[in-house]
């Protein structure tokens, strides 16, 4: 009965946690940036919840180490057929760039949603860095979030991987 337990209990906590991957582009990218901005859309029901999480852990762990991140979430827009138009959150992005002189803009992309009972289970997402001087991507990272109660379960987790990721790549 032991050894089914143990084998039970190592099979749940191999199935969970945070898994990163990244590049950086060192020949575009500026020595380490100071003023980044980081774009966070979520859907409002399945993923508004995380992403606000997130985004709160990361601003904690962007002050507690003296770093300077502004950070927007915003609902994602239904993609339909638009021609020449760009949205408001597009419009606010810009200016914000502009107006405080933004030189890192981070834009996490959800790339896939797993849902077990109504439930998410599995998010993965890729983060891009473009530097707003050249508007050249100098930094993509890749994050999947899984965990039998969800990924909420691994938010801490998540947020010291991004910004460790971030840190150890040089763009901080």
Do not use: H
């Amino acid at each position: 009965m032991k050894k089914i337990t143990l084998v039970l209990v190592v099979l749940l906590f191999t199935s969970c946690g945070v898994t990163q991957n990244s590049v950086v582009d060192s020949i575009n990218k500026n020595p380490a940036y100071s003023n980044v901005i980081m774009a966070m859309p979520y859907r409002k029901f399945e993923t508004k919840n995380y992403i606000n999480n997130l985004k709160e852990g990361l601003e904690k762990v962007f002050l507690a180490n003296n770093k300077k991140i502004e950070i927007i979430t915003f609902e994602k827009e239904p993609e339909g057929l638009k021609l020449n138009q760009t949205t408001a959150i597009e419009q606010l992005i810009n200016s914000k760039i502009q107006e405080n002189s933004k030189d890192l803009l981070l834009v996490l992309k959800p790339t896939k949603l797993v849902f077990t009972n109504g439930g998410l289970q599995d998010f993965q997402y890729e983060i891009v860095g473009i530097d707003t001087d050249t508007q050249k991507e100098v930094w993509k990272g890749e994050f999947r979030v899984r965990g039998q109660f969800g990924p909420s379960t691994y938010l801490k987790k998540s947020v010291e991987a991004i910004y460790a990721e971030l840190i150890a790549k040089g763009m901080l």
